[in-house]
C-alpha cells in the first residue's frame, strides 16, 4: 500500500477515535519485514500513541484477535499483567478502524507505547536458554490458567488447512506447478491425519503468538520477560504452535537480518536444553512432543505458503516459498526425530 495513502488512512483513524487531539508527525518505524506498517504518533502537546495498520487476513479475524488479546492483558495476573501492549479502547471495546475504498481494504488500531528494557543477546548462552526456558513455561502456565475466560476464537488450524485445500481447488496455478501443488496437497493431508493420531483435540487451548523473534519482546536485567508488542500471528490453539520459534530463538546461528525456516532447530542440542528446562516448570506430554513436526508443518503450509505474499514482502515471499517446496516441506518426515526429545525428557 502507497506510504502516503498509508498515512491519510491512520490520520483518518485518529478522527475517527478522537478529533480534538491534534496530530504533530506520523513517523513510519515499520520493521519492513511483513506488509503490516507501524507508525509513531506524535501530537500537538507531545503524547506518542503507535498505529498499526494491516490488510493482512480478515477484518473479522484482526478485530476477533485484537479483542481476545485485550481480555488476556487484563485477565493476566502479576508479573504479566503489564507485559501485553495495550490497545486503546472506545466505548470500552478495542477501537479499530475499518477502510474500504479504491479496491483496498486496512484496518488500524492504536497502542499505548511499550516499555522496553533489555533484549536477550542474538545468540543466547547456557543461562539465557535456561531463563528463556522458565519463563516462557510459566508465560504458558498463565496464559492456560485464563483461557476459560477469554471470548471464543472462529479461527482453528484445521479451518486455515481446509481454507488452504479450498484455495488450491479454485485455482491451483497461483501454487506453482502441478507437482508443487500435489507436494501441497500430500502435506495437508499428513497434517490432518497427524491432528487425529496425536489427539491434537485434546490439549488445552491457550492464546500463543508464535513469533518470538528477539525483537518482538523485552526482558528485566533479570531475564524475566517484560513486555511484549508485536502480535501478527496470535491465535488462540495449543501451546506446541509456540515451540519452533522458541527453538529458533535459542539456536546456534542465533537472530539473523535474513532468515530461513528450517525444522532442524527442533533437534539441536540447545533446544534439547531449553525443553528440559521448560518440562520441568510445565510439563509436556508425549503426543505434544510428536505434535512438533506436525505444528511446524502447519506453519509452513499456512504461514509461508497460503499467506506468505499476502503477509511478507515480496523479497521474503519468493524466497520462503521457494525454500518451502525445496527444503522445507520434504525436511517434515526426514528432519525430525522427537525420539531424541522424548528420550531427554524421559517421557518413553
Known amino acids: 500500500m502507497d506510504h502516503e495513502l498509508s498515512r491519510q488512512i491512520v490520520r483518518k483513524a485518529w478522527e475517527g477515535y478522537d478529533a480534538s487531539k491534534i496530530i504533530k508527525s506520523i513517523d513510519d518505524i515499520s520493521a519492513n519485514v511483513s506488509t503490516n506498517l507501524v507508525f509513531r504518533i506524535r501530537f500537538e502537546d507531545d503524547d506518542i500513541v503507535i498505529a498499526k495498520l494491516s490488510s493482512f487476513g480478515k477484518y473479522d479475524y484482526f478485530k476477533e484477535d485484537h479483542r481476545i488479546i485485550h481480555s488476556l492483558s487484563n485477565n493476566l495476573l502479576y508479573p504479566y499483567e503489564n507485559f501485553l501492549a495495550k490497545s486503546l479502547l472506545k466505548n470500552n471495546r478495542v477501537y479499530i478502524y475499518r477502510h474500504r475504498g479504491s479496491g483496498e481494504e486496512a484496518w488500524v488500531v492504536f497502542y499505548n507505547p511499550t516499555r522496553i528494557m533489555e533484549r536477550l543477546p542474538r545468540r543466547l548462552e547456557d543461562n539465557n536458554i535456561r531463563k528463556f526456558a522458565q519463563q516462557t ?13 477469554l471470548p471464543k476464537s472462529s479461527k482453528t488450524m484445521r479451518t486455515d488447512i481446509n481454507s ?22 500430500y502435506h495437508c493431508d499428513k497434517y490432518l491425519k497427524g491432528r487425529a493420531k496425536y489427539a491434537a483435540n485434546t490439549f ?101 505458503i497460503k499467506d506468505g505474499k499476502h503477509f511478507f514482502h515480496e523479497q521474503y515471499a519468493n524466497k520462503l516459498q521457494q525454500e518451502a517446496y525445496d527444503i522445507y516441506l520434504p525436511s517434515v518426515e526426514r528432519d525430525f526425530d522427537a525420539e531424541v526429545i522424548l528420550k531427554a525428557l524421559k517421557l518413553k
Open 204 to 304: 488445552q487451548t491457550i492464546p500463543v503468538f508464535i513469533d518470538w523473534n528477539i525483537g518482538n519482546f523485552s526482558v528485566t536485567h533479570k531475564q524475566e520477560l517484560y513486555s511484549r508488542w508485536d502480535y501478527d500471528w496470535f491465535r488462540m490453539t495449543n501451546r506446541v504452535m509456540d515451540f519452533y520459534f522458541f527453538s529458533r530463538v535459542v539456536s546456534d546461528v542465533g537472530d539473523r537480518t535474513v532468515f530461513s525456516y528450517y525444522i532442524t532447530t527442533l533437534t539441536e542440542k540447545r533446544f534439547i536444553q531449553f525443553l528440559e528446562e521448560y518440562h520441568k516448570h510445565n510439563p509436556l506430554t508425549v503426543n505434544e512432543v510428536y505434535f512438533m513436526k506436525e505444528a511446524y508443518r502447519f506453519f509452513i503450509l499456512n504461514y509461508v
Open 137 to 149: 513455561a510459566k508465560f504458558h502456565k498463565a496464559c492456560a490458567r485464563v483461557s476459560k475466560v
Open 164 to 185: 488452504l485445500l479450498d484455495q488450491i481447488a479454485e485455482n491451483e496455478s497461483i501454487f506453482g506447478t502441478r507437482s508443487q501443488v500435489d507436494q501441497l496437497r
